[in-house]
């Protein structure tokens, strides 16, 4: 079936909006729009950039540097390849009320891929994400090594931005010296990152030659992006979007805002427990589907463990916080994740919408609703909050990020022994669980496996 998103790239006009002056005198274009929409023009594509295995990110020498938090996964033994490339062109320039600043603005970045070394093993969806620099740097906040390489996804992280693009130049001038995303300074509010993503996309759909994806076959991409960049997605997708042409089959928003405009491209927003802060949110409709995930942090245990060395590699040393409560719900919210994106690729591909699912719950006083044991109640209930061992959940407080790390604190002994007595108990609690949500569609079989062979390791008293 042809989805109405393609339908509707095939309908673009290829009409460019001509006498455009430099600087920042048009009328708002939200209240003027484009006559047609204007297309996205293909970037010039680099590479792959030489050198791939971690060395020495100061020298001269490109050759002897590697990508910046290049993955320490062997991707190789799971028939993948890691590569990066330059992007550059001439980008448009938006404010964030899509109000068009200057036309073609010169830029060059880069984006880093991890991709199905052969068509064979790939699944025809790439994960375009938006990387996010709210820490000083571009973040693979949605690299979830397990989850994407077992189904075929490829994964593209675009560095869009100016903050996190001016670390990669300090960090590794030989690699990135030449990387400008501000148009020689002249636009430092990231006003070309919108179309800088919108040319990223249109560069991975390319075959053959230099294109990023090598020679497989694209059939869908999706813009991924968490907290921030999914701030950035939504500005994009409310106020750019509509002037320009569709490159994009449909929008992941990770624990962070969602567009409030119903266009043709379906949105689906995941949240954590802790960025839920109301029972307010915007309802479902067959262009959008909104989960909230009880126990899971924005920025949980999996991925700060998995960015610990290579933050050691690359910067000296990890960050280390100390918080008011223990940090890192152990909530996998890439569990979760993982499902969204495999529903989202049916939605664009074949017109099937997700499952929905309920919100968590609050009190009248708009505090959360939780039990006994300090577990919020409502939203999706993974296995480690419906069969417990420990307190995990989506608040915290204390220095920096400390508040989107969430609590994780494990029950003693005699705690467990209450809740389950026997082992045989607790191992089923978990499986039944996870059948649950493999039923309702939140949960993927090889998720419940890993769940359910993780259980068989936990102590909870006789057997």
């Not at 607790?426 to 309702?440: E, Q, T």
Request: aromatic share 8%.
């Amino acid at each position: 079936m042809v989805s109405l998103v393609k339908m509707a790239r095939v309908m673009v006009a290829g009409v460019v909006i001509a006498g455009l002056a430099a600087g920042p005198t048009h009328a708002d274009t939200r209240q003027t729009p484009r006559s047609a929409p204007a297309p996205v023009p293909a970037p010039t594509v680099e590479g792959p950039v030489p050198g791939s295995v971690p060395g020495d990110p100061s020298s001269p020498d490109v050759k002897n540097t590697y990508p910046w938090l290049s993955t320490d996964v062997n991707l190789a033994a799971r028939g993948y390849v890691e590569q990066e490339f330059y992007l550059s062109g001439a980008a448009d320039a938006y404010d964030t009320t899509g109000r068009l600043l200057a036309s073609d603005v010169p830029y060059r970045t880069r984006i880093i891929v991890r991709r199905p070394a052969h068509q064979a093993t790939f699944n025809g969806t790439v994960l375009a994400e938006w990387q996010n620099v709210t820490a000083g740097y571009d973040l693979d906040a949605l690299w979830s090594p397990d989850q994407i390489t077992r189904a075929g996804y490829a994964w593209v992280g675009v560095s869009a931005q100016r903050v996190g693009v001016d670390q990669l130049r300090g960090w590794s001038p030989a690699r990135y010296g030449t990387l400008d995303v501000t148009g020689g300074g002249r636009f430092t509010a990231d006003e070309l990152s919108y179309d800088i993503f919108s040319q990223a996309a249109k560069a991975v759909r390319a075959r053959g030659g230099k294109a990023p994806l090598d020679r497989l076959k694209v059939d869908t991409v999706l813009a991924i992006g968490a907290s921030q960049s999914a701030g950035r997605m939504t500005v994009y997708y409310d106020a750019v979007l509509p002037q320009i042409e569709s490159v994009f089959d449909g929008f992941a928003n990770i624990v962070g805002g969602a567009p409030t405009r119903v266009g043709a491209e379906p949105v689906f927003q995941v949240l954590s427990e802790t960025d839920v802060r109301s029972p307010a949110h915007r309802a479902d409709s067959d262009r959008f589907r909104h989960w909230e995930v009880a126990g899971a942090a924005h920025s949980g245990w999996t991925g700060q463990e998995y960015r610990r060395p290579l933050l050691t590699r690359d910067l000296g040393s990890a960050p280390a916080y100390t918080c008011d409560q223990p940090p890192f719900s152990r909530v996998p919210l890439s569990h979760v994740l993982a499902a969204a994106y495999d529903h989202l690729t049916r939605w664009v591909e074949r017109g099937i919408a997700p499952p929905t699912a309920p919100p968590l719950r609050f009190n009248p006083d708009g505090t959360k609703v939780r039990d006994e044991l300090g577990l919020a109640q409502g939203g999706i209930r993974l296995s480690q909050v419906a069969a417990p061992t420990a307190l995990n959940n989506g608040d915290n407080s204390g220095e920096s990020f400390c508040r989107l790390f969430g609590t994780h604190v494990p029950f003693d002994q005699a705690r467990l022994k209450q809740l389950y007595r026997l082992r045989g108990l607790y191992i089923a609690a978990v499986a039944g669980s996870d059948a649950g949500n493999l039923r309702k569609g939140y949960l993927l079989p090889s998720d419940a496996a890993q769940n359910l062979k993780d259980a068989t390791k936990v102590d909870v008293g006789r057997h």
